[in-house]
């Protein structure tokens, strides 16, 4: 089942070519249902999450959202969707979640900044190359930040992917037919142990995201580990309450069969009761 995590970069034609891997291969492209199931995760119209990942959002919308929980909810749902297989995940951080997982293949489509804004004015039927401009950076500069941020990752790092495409050079059929070719090959094959991995990680965001839910860990930040059903809690806590309603937590999200609690609570914690509200 291919798993194909791609980038979006406005005005490279990456949108054009993952439908046609998608028409070739009869793989499903995933991404609005990114945005409604976050967006009613977070209690949060759609057209928000849009604009707080697009760079859009004004000053009060990126201040009172939660961009813990915002990327907390992405992973999870990410994860999800590429353990359903024979997808296409455009953006959302998708070649940086799927990095461990062996049968994924990362994507990077790119191409020149002036044809980047050319596609912008064509698109919006403009004459205004420096409103095109501006806008490609202001994509651009919300993605940079966002991979930074959340990842401590340089966005355009060659390394973070599998595969660079200039679609300046490469034609949108060729690109398809590249990224294809390569999916097919032995590296890219799911395998038990890479579907084992990918399952692992999926189970461990569904615990993350899980004790962000509930008032009484919002806060809790340790170390989640995940195989066949079993978690593992590990880093330091502020008491012992904190410690049960974490491995509590875990215990009922599904799919999870056991917890080894192995956090440790915080020896000096009277001294930084502030960190915990």
Same mark, same amino acid.
């Given at each position: 089942?291919?798993?194909?995590?791609?980038?979006?970069?406005?005005?490279?034609?990456?949108?054009?070519?993952?439908? #046609?891997?998608?028409?070739?291969?009869?793989?499903?492209?995933?991404?609005?249902?990114? =945005?409604?199931?976050?967006?009613?995760?977070?209690?949060?119209?759609?057209?928000?999450?849009?604009?707080?990942?697009?760079?859009?959002?004004?000053?009060?919308? #990126?201040?009172?959202?939660?961009?813990?929980?915002?990327?907390?909810?992405?992973?999870?749902?990410?994860?999800?969707?590429?353990?359903?297989?024979?997808?296409?995940?455009?953006?959302?951080?998708?070649?940086?979640?799927?990095?461990?997982?062996?049968?994924?293949?990362?994507?990077?489509?790119?191409?020149?900044?002036?044809?980047?804004?050319?596609?912008?004015?064509?698109?919006?039927?403009?004459?205004? #190359?420096?409103?095109?401009?501006?806008?490609?950076?202001?994509?651009?500069?919300?993605?940079?930040?966002?991979?930074?941020?959340?990842?401590?990752?340089?966005?355009?790092?060659?390394?973070?992917?599998?595969?660079?495409?200039?679609?300046?050079?490469?034609?949108?059929?060729?690109?398809?037919?590249?990224?294809?070719?390569?999916?097919?090959?032995?590296?890219?094959?799911?395998?038990?142990?890479? #579907?084992?991995?990918?399952?692992?990680?999926?189970?461990?965001? +569904?615990?993350?995201?899980?004790?962000?839910?509930?008032?009484?860990?919002?806060?809790?930040?340790?170390?989640?580990?995940?195989?066949?059903?079993?978690?593992?809690?590990?880093?330091?806590?502020?008491?012992?309450?904190? +410690?049960?309603?974490?491995?509590?937590?875990?215990?009922?999200?599904?799919? =999870?069969?056991?917890?080894?609690?192995?956090?440790?609570?915080?020896?000096?914690?009277?001294?930084?009761?502030?960190?915990?509200?």
């Amino acid at each position: 089942m291919p798993v194909i995590a791609l980038t979006q970069e406005m005005g490279s034609l990456a949108k054009d070519v993952a439908e #046609r891997v998608a028409q070739i291969a009869g793989l499903a492209i995933m991404r609005n249902e990114v =945005v409604d199931n976050v967006a009613e995760r977070m209690h949060l119209p759609p057209s928000l999450i849009r604009r707080v990942r697009e760079g859009k959002a004004g000053l009060v919308e #990126r201040f009172t959202t939660d961009k813990q929980q915002f990327a907390l909810y992405t992973e999870e749902e990410v994860l999800h969707q590429a353990e359903r297989g024979n997808v296409i995940l455009r953006g959302w951080g998708a070649t940086r979640v799927l990095h461990a997982v062996p049968h994924v293949l990362r994507v990077r489509v790119t191409r020149s900044f002036d044809s980047r804004v050319k596609w912008v004015m064509d698109d919006l039927e403009t004459d205004n #190359r420096a409103s095109a401009e501006a806008e490609v950076r202001r994509s651009d500069n919300a993605h940079a930040a966002r991979m930074h941020t959340t990842y401590g990752v340089t966005w355009g790092d060659p390394l973070l992917y599998d595969l660079v495409i200039n679609t300046d050079r490469v034609t949108v059929e060729g690109a398809a037919q590249t990224i294809l070719s390569l999916a097919a090959q032995p590296e890219f094959q799911e395998t038990p142990q890479s #579907r084992a991995k990918l399952a692992g990680l999926a189970l461990a965001a +569904k615990v993350r995201a899980a004790l962000k839910a509930n008032a009484s860990t919002q806060h809790t930040d340790v170390q989640i580990d995940a195989s066949e059903g079993r978690v593992v809690l590990s880093g330091i806590v502020v008491n012992e309450k904190e +410690k049960v309603e974490a491995e509590r937590i875990a215990s009922t999200v599904a799919g =999870v069969g056991s917890v080894d609690n192995q956090l440790h609570l915080m020896v000096i914690s009277r001294k930084f009761t502030y960190a915990k509200t």
